[in-house]
């Protein structure tokens, strides 16, 4: 997939994947967020839309986007999504 532009996910496309609540991926995103790991962005085709993307900072960490603070299931789960 060389070339090709970074998918970022949706905070309800993420929420559907990961078999969630929006709210319950909201609060898992909150600490990295707070941290500089990920951040939000309005959804460039739909305004009501979230697109959550790793910041450096995130990439870097090369922790789950949930992690430590995440329940263990839905870290476990965050780890599988990039």
């Given at each position: ?20 609540q ?30 959550l ?30």
């Amino acid at each position: 997939m060389c070339g090709a532009p970074p998918h970022h996910p949706l905070r309800v496309e993420l929420a559907r994947r990961l078999r969630l609540q929006k709210s319950t991926v909201s609060r898992l995103v909150g600490q990295p967020t707070a941290r500089g790991r990920v951040e939000r962005a309005p959804a460039p085709d739909d305004g009501r839309g979230v697109v959550l993307r790793l910041t450096a900072s995130g990439q870097e960490s090369g922790q789950p986007a949930g992690a430590p603070e995440a329940p263990p299931t839905a870290a476990a789960r965050l780890a599988g999504i990039r």
